[in-house]
C-alpha cells in the first residue's frame, strides 16, 4: 500500500507575481517576478536548485511548448527542466513533478513555477482550439460559462432550491470574494462590490451574470521545495509541509451516460477522497482552517463545498447564506480573493493558492491574516464538470 506524501516534503520558499494586466512585461517576467520572490525566501542560491517542473497551459500563446523557455528565462543551467500541461491543474501538476522529486530522492531542491500571459492574447476561455482529436469528440464547441452553469440547474432539480434563492447564494460567493480581494495587493481586482450591483449584472449563461464569473489575467507563481531536514539545516523553523496531492480525471460516464444529475463533480470528490486519506484527515469541516477552491464561476465554488465534504449535500447554499465560509467565520474561502479577483492565469493558479496558504501559516498575510491556521486545501478543476480533471493539494504546518 502507498504510504503517502505527508510531511515528506517541505516548502523552503514561494513566490507570487502581481496578477492583472501586465501589458508592460512578458511571460518570461512574469515566471522571474515569482521566481526571484522564491528564491530570497528560500534563502538559496539559482545553482542549489537540481531540477524545476513549469506549468504552461497555453502553449501557442506564451512562451512555446518545451521547457526550454523557462530553462532560459531563470537561467536553470544544465538541470531537469519538464514542462507539464494538465488544464486548469496545470499549476498543480507542476507543484506534483516537483515534489514527488524531492520525496523519491531524485533531487533535495526542486523548482515548481506555473505562469501564464492572457490579457495580450485574445484568449477569453475555453474552449481551446484542438486539444487532441480525441479531446475535441468528448468536449465538442461550448463556452465555459455555459457548462459550469448547468451545474446551477442540476442543483436545483435535486434539492428543490429555489432560483431566486440560489441567485442569492452564488451573488453571496462573488460578494465575499470581492471583499477579501479587496485586501491583496497582489489581486488583479481590488475592489469590494455590493451584492445589487453583483444580483443586477448582465447574464453571461444563466443563471450566470457577469460577477459570477471569474476573468482572464497574466501572473506567475513559484514554488522551492526539499526535505524537512534539509529545510532545518538551512535555518527554516515553523516548516509548511506537504500533507497531500491528488489527482482524479474523467473517464467518459457523466458525458457518456444517463448516471449523473448534474449537480456535483465527480472528480472532485474522487480527489478529495484521496487527499483527506493521505493527510489523515477524517472531519474537513473541523481540520482544514482554510480553503481555495476554483471558482471559475461562483456556481462552482457552491457545490464544490460539498463535493469537499465541508457542507452536506443540498446544504451548501444555506452554508454560503450563513456566512459559513466568510473570513473572520468557521472555514475561509478564497481569503485571497480567489480566481473572482486574481482571474485565471491558467497555469499560475493552483501555485498562487498554495502561496496563499503558506503566507497564511507563515503568519506572513497581512491584513488577510487568519486566526492560528494549521492546514490548508487547494482545489483546481479543469475542462467542464461533465469531464474534466481535478487537483487537491493539502499544506500545512509540520507534524499537524
Not at 195 to 208: E, H, K, S, V
Not at 240 to 264: C, F, I, P
Request: one cysteine or more.
Amino acid at each position: 500500500m502507498a504510504s503517502g506524501i505527508k510531511d515528506k516534503v517541505a516548502i523552503l520558499g514561494m513566490g507570487c507575481s502581481r496578477f492583472g494586466e501586465r501589458w508592460d512585461c512578458g511571460t518570461e517576467h512574469l515566471l522571474n517576478e515569482a521566481f526571484l520572490e522564491a528564491l530570497s525566501d528560500a534563502g538559496i542560491e539559482r545553482k542549489q536548485i537540481e531540477a524545476a517542473w513549469y506549468g504552461s497551459a497555453l502553449d501557442r500563446v506564451n512562451v512555446g511548448n518545451s521547457a526550454i523557455p523557462l530553462a532560459t528565462a531563470l537561467r536553470l543551467e544544465g538541470i531537469p527542466v519538464t514542462r507539464v500541461e494538465n488544464m486548469c491543474a496545470t499549476g498543480t501538476e507542476a507543484l506534483r513533478g516537483a515534489v514527488y522529486a524531492v520525496a523519491s530522492g531524485a533531487a533535495d531542491i526542486a523548482l515548481a513555477i506555473g505562469a501564464e500571459k492572457l490579457k495580450d492574447s485574445g484568449y477569453g476561455g475555453l474552449p481551446v482550439q484542438s486539444k487532441g482529436t480525441l479531446n475535441d469528440l468528448w468536449m465538442p464547441y461550448g463556452s465555459a460559462p455555459a457548462g459550469f452553469a448547468q451545474l446551477a440547474a442540476g442543483y436545483r432539480a435535486k434539492y428543490g432550491v429555489s432560483k431566486a434563492d440560489l441567485k442569492q447564494a452564488i451573488g453571496r460567493v462573488s460578494w465575499k470574494s470581492h471583499q477579501n480581494g479587496a485586501k491583496n495587493p497582489k489581486a488583479h481586482l481590488q475592489k469590494a462590490v455590493e451584492m445589487d450591483t453583483i444580483l443586477n449584472a448582465p447574464i453571461i449563461a444563466d443563471p450566470l451574470g457577469v460577477f459570477d464569473c471569474c476573468g482572464v489575467s497574466d501572473g506567475a507563481a513559484c514554488a522551492i521545495v526539499t526535505t524537512p531536514a534539509i529545510a532545518r539545516s538551512l535555518g527554516k523553523r515553523d516548516l509548511v509541509t506537504v500533507k497531500a496531492l491528488a489527482l482524479s480525471a474523467s473517464a467518459g460516464r457523466e458525458q457518456s451516460t444517463n448516471q449523473w444529475d448534474g449537480s456535483y463533480v465527480q472528480n472532485t470528490r474522487n480527489a478529495a477522497k484521496a487527499a483527506y486519506a493521505e493527510a489523515g484527515i477524517t472531519n474537513p469541516r473541523k481540520e482544514l482552517s482554510a480553503l481555495e477552491v476554483h471558482d471559475c464561476f461562483s456556481i462552482t465554488e457552491l457545490v464544490t463545498m460539498e463535493d469537499l465534504g465541508v457542507s452536506e449535500d443540498g446544504q451548501a447554499w444555506k452554508d454560503v447564506m450563513n456566512g459559513v465560509f466568510d473570513a473572520d467565520c468557521e472555514i475561509p474561502c478564497q481569503i485571497d480573493g480567489g480566481l473572482k479577483c486574481f482571474g485565471h492565469p491558467i497555469g499560475a493558479s493552483g501555485l498562487r493558492m498554495v502561496y496563499e496558504h503558506y503566507l497564511q501559516l507563515t503568519g506572513r498575510a497581512g491584513p488577510r491574516q487568519l486566526k492560528n491556521p494549521t492546514l490548508g486545501l487547494s482545489h483546481n478543476l479543469g475542462g467542464v464538470p461533465y469531464n474534466g480533471v481535478c487537483g487537491i493539494s493539502i499544506v500545512g504546518l509540520e507534524g499537524r
